[in-house]
């Protein structure tokens, strides 16, 4: 594994608690980062926490982000429990289900919406306060390479993550100047539990769109991730980073 300097950082990392978000948070704290881990699931953050202690500072929130206050509520908790915030690692989402465009039940469009846009643009809104405060900043977003391509039976994720997209890029312009860098990873299927919230059938579509014929590892993501949480990433921003195995075009 090679080293990425977080010395001296705090980070957010939503989703925390499993999959994806387990996986860069484990990555920050061997970076040298403190970490904050945010979940709907109160046990789940527990069990991560207990399994993370070891091997650095973690705190943890338990969010519901499509809860604006709740939102805010966290950032201010969590800047009090390590007396300043530098990254934010926006990671969490739902799949929300597989159905054509006209069949999907609008509860499951906002609900998806909900967690995986509004969610985002919440935290974005609560933490780069405190991020200029600082004068310093890292935002990684986790998008979809399905925002770029839009994949079928799935509307209202490939449309989240396209949202996703777009809030990176205005965000990294609105803060070219503030030494706050905001960028988006777009994952290809990554081999993580989300997986058993897809039929069986839009899986195999998405694995078979990959060129390198697998899904990707959860530690892949992880290792650009921090990367881009890092000061080495100084003069990248509003930009999209692929990690899709080969399935990207643009």
Known sequence: MNQIDLNNRTAIVTGGARGIGRAIAERLLASGAKVSLWDVDTAALEQAARELASAGTVHTATVNLADFALVKAAAEATAAAFGKLDILVNNAG???????????????????MDVNLNGPFYCCHAVVPHLLKNGYGRIVNIASVAGKEGNPNAAHYSASKAGVIALTKSLGK?????????????????????????????????????????????????????????????????????????RATY
């Open 174 to 246: 609105e803060l070219a100047t503030a030494n706050i860098t905001v960028n988006a990873v777009t994952p290809a299927v990554m081999a993580t539990d989300i997986l058993q919230q897809m039929q069986q059938s839009h899986i195999d579509y998405m694995l078979s769109k990959i060129p390198m014929g697998r899904f990707g590892k959860k530690e892949e993501a992880a290792a650009l991730v921090a990367w881009l949480c890092s000061e080495d990433c100084s003069f990248t921003t509003a930009a999209v980073f692929d990690l899709s195995g080969g």
């Open 94 to 112: 739902i799949t929300g289900g597989n159905a054509k465009t006209w069949e999907l039940n609008p509860d499951d469009w906002r609900r998806v």
